[in-house]
């Protein structure tokens, strides 16, 4: 199985802050990764998939890079309905894993 | 628009069978490269992604679970079961049901979710 490592597992930030998530893949995965995003009480959102593609409605402050085996989240300017937890997933092959979430706080 | 909803019992006893049914609107699945799966997450925790079927049924188990899981899909219905046999209490959580687009497994439209509880 791919296992999927996401750091930090918490962050504080302020508003207007630029925030990096990292994910990182135990084997290559190429470009199939996608990140998505929980607030408190919610269901998961998509915000970005084939690594870098921004889910249709999702702002352009979010940004996502990388390939095979190592990838980021960006937020270019933290705004206070980013506080969530954050997770990607591997979705280059079954079993199609998830990180262990990266919880923002604001 | 797509929807999805999940349904099925909030409270089961350990070693019962868990058969919980998503009943979508808004596509087909059989179209090609679609499918429809379940993900659970336990109160506090993270994401763990359990089955998917796909447009042509074809489908993929969680390895852990595998031996416990079943994923049916009755498209005349646009219904996907899953049943999870020998509950247990850390299968506490809430259970979603997501829909696969034909560009890759990821998963764009999800279900409100269902708490599921396995207590005595």
């Known amino acids: 199985d791919i296992q999927m490592t996401q750091s930090p597992s918490s962050l504080s930030a302020s508003v207007g802050d630029r925030v990096t998530i990292i994910c990182r893949a135990s084997?290559?995965?190429?470009?199939?990764l996608a990140w998505y995003q929980q607030t408190p009480g919610r269901v998961p959102k998509l915000l970005i998939y084939?690594?870098?593609t921004l889910q249709s409605g999702v702002p352009s402050r979010f940004s996502g890079s990388g390939s095979g085996t190592d990838f980021t989240l960006t937020i270019s300017s933290l705004q206070p309905e980013d506080l969530a937890t954050y997770y990607c997933?591997?979705?280059?092959?079954?079993?199609?894993?998830f990180g262990q979430g990266t919880k923002l706080e604001i | 628009q797509i929807t999805l909803k999940e349904s099925g019992p909030t409270l089961v006893k350990p070693a019962q069978t868990l058969t919980l049914t998503c009943t979508f609107s808004?596509?087909?699945?059989?179209?090609?490269?679609?499918?429809v799966g379940w993900i659970r997450q336990p109160p506090g925790e993270a994401l763990e992604w359990l089955a998917l079927?796909?447009?042509?049924?074809?489908?993929r188990h969680s390895p852990s679970l595998r031996s416990r899981l079943t994923i049916i899909k009755d498209t005349s219905k646009n219904q996907v079961v899953l049943t999870m046999t020998n509950m247990d209490p850390v299968d506490t959580g809430t259970y979603y049901c997501?829909?696969?687009?034909?560009?890759?497994?990821?998963?764009?439209?999800w279900g409100q979710g269902t708490l599921v509880t396995v207590s005595s």
């Open positions: 997501v829909h696969r687009p034909s560009f890759g497994s990821y998963f764009d439209y």
């Open positions: 808004g596509f087909s699945l059989s179209t090609n490269g679609v499918g």
């Open positions: 079927t796909f447009w042509d049924d074809d489908k």
């Open positions: 084997q290559g995965i190429s470009n199939s």
């Open positions: 084939a690594a870098s």
């Open positions: 997933q591997n979705y280059h092959s079954a079993p199609y894993t």
